[in-house]
């Protein structure tokens, strides 16, 4: 299987180096995969690479804190309290059917081109997911342990903490890896839209300059970036949900 | 030796959907009396409200009409001296607690501490025949230990009243007739009053002091039997006495005859 996965990516890069050496299509606009790996070793020496990286990071980790904090507490109890989902349900389809990048010159108007804008843009770019499947989650909680803690007069906190909260854990998982790899894509779209330091800003440079092969080593690192995302939110579901019978792990898998 | 106070039920009255096109009479005033320490099971058809009264008297469903009292206070709400064993025991055990700390999460709402808890958790589990598995997580168990643990569950709140519903319908024969035996014999140790809601006519005679015989629709109580085996009762013995067999006969006959009266009515018409 493993061996499958590796055949069809050497593929695919061979198939790449097999173009761009035909010369359908100009260096320029696609150099080889050597070229751009020449350029990638370059610039992992480099200051200025790591420092678009971090600033990339920064803006998207930050928005996702935030979306955290605010998304998981706000999409439980509002799962909990059928009618505080319902009074919100109208707000909430409207607000994330808005697509963010639309809204980026507003934005700017307000907030001005600064981080922090990045980090708001990357906020309400990744609260939704994160709310949606909160609330998805808290759901998920059955009648009859809803039943049950009623008839042992379990307080509400405790419920929440206890009960709600880890019942939901496979959904708000879901929701945190759809909602990680959106804040990376939406703080490099931020960048490559505004003058913001970061891996957007690089590439938008370094295509002005002519320098494609350095272009495409920036959206390596992107995808490079994402794909760790995803990683590492498997590796984190997987701790979470060890312990969970086998049905349940392999339902959020 | 008995603990807590009695259940009266009054008049109660359970109507679902009431004033609309799917208005479902399931109660139509029940009475009944459960005294402190009592066995009492109510056994009765499929569809015959048996799981409704058994939420009216957890202080889970309110009613239609009528009462419920606990002593003399009036159940408006669960109370703390009563505990519920659900028929659903795999849906009410959380599967992200162990199982001790399943044990010990209504003394969690009661403010106990961790090691206190624990303790509690493990002594209960041991009543119930679970003493090395308190550390695994309740999927990693089988049906009857899981009801098992739901019991365990129940003790662990302290409760001088326990209600079960359906509580052995779906474990193998064998584990219900341990299960059965298990009940029994807490009851006698802890002096609780024990009301299970059951289908199965042997188990409710097998298990209880008084077996209240509901049917009809609405659901009225059709008769009250007063069992006369005592505390100690075993499942060869006890099962093997004629008058065992009397007592069951007498409640299927129950049953039987409110189902034939209604079948036969359409074509007195």
Known sequence: ?253 | MTRGSALHVEDLCMTFGRGGPQEHRVLAGLSLRVDPGESVCVVGPSGAGKTTLLRCLAGLAPPTSGTVRYGDQRLTGPHADIAVVSQDYRGSLLPWMRVWDNVAFPLQGRGVKKAARKATALECLDAVGLADVGDKYPWQLSGGMQQRVAIARGLAYDAPVLLMDEPFGSVDAQSRFDLEDLTLQLRRRLGITVVVVTHDIDESVYLGDRVIVLGGRPTAVLDTLTVPFGTDRDQLTTRADPRFAELRTRVLARIRGERLDQDAEPARN
């Open chain 1, 1 to 253: 299987m493993r061996g499958l996965q590796l055949g069809a990516l050497v593929a695919v890069v061979a198939l790449w180096a097999l173009v761009a050496g035909a010369g359908v299509v100009s260096p320029t606009a696609l150099p080889g995969p050597a070229a751009v790996a020449a350029a990638l070793g370059g610039l992992l020496g480099s200051g200025t690479y790591w420092q678009a990286v971090g600033d990339t990071l920064d803006g998207a980790v930050t928005g996702l804190a935030v979306a955290v904090a605010v998304g998981i507490p706000v999409g439980l109890v509002t799962g909990v309290y059928a009618a505080a989902e319902e009074s919100s349900r109208l707000l909430v389809e409207i607000l994330r059917s808005f697509p963010v990048i639309a809204l980026l010159p507003v934005f700017l108007l307000v907030l001005g081109s600064t981080p922090g804008m990045k980090a708001t843009v990357v906020f309400i770019a990744c609260v939704f997911p994160i709310l949606l499947q909160s609330q998805y989650g808290a759901r998920s909680v059955t009648p009859s342990v809803h039943e049950t803690v009623r008839a042992y007069r379990i307080p509400r906190l405790l419920r929440f903490r206890r009960v709600v909260l880890p019942g939901a854990v496979p959904s708000v998982m879901t929701g945190l890896r759809l909602a990680a790899t959106t804040s990376v894509l939406v703080a490099i779209g931020v960048e490559v839209l505004t003058t913001l330091p970061g891996i957007g800003h690089m590439i938008m440079e370094a295509q002005q300059a002519g320098a494609s092969d350095r272009a495409y080593a920036y959206i390596l690192t992107a995808g490079a970036i994402g794909y760790s995302i995803t990683l590492l939110a498997q590796y984190a579901e997987h701790r979470l949900l060890r312990r969970r019978p086998p049905a349940r792990a392999g339902e959020a898998a």
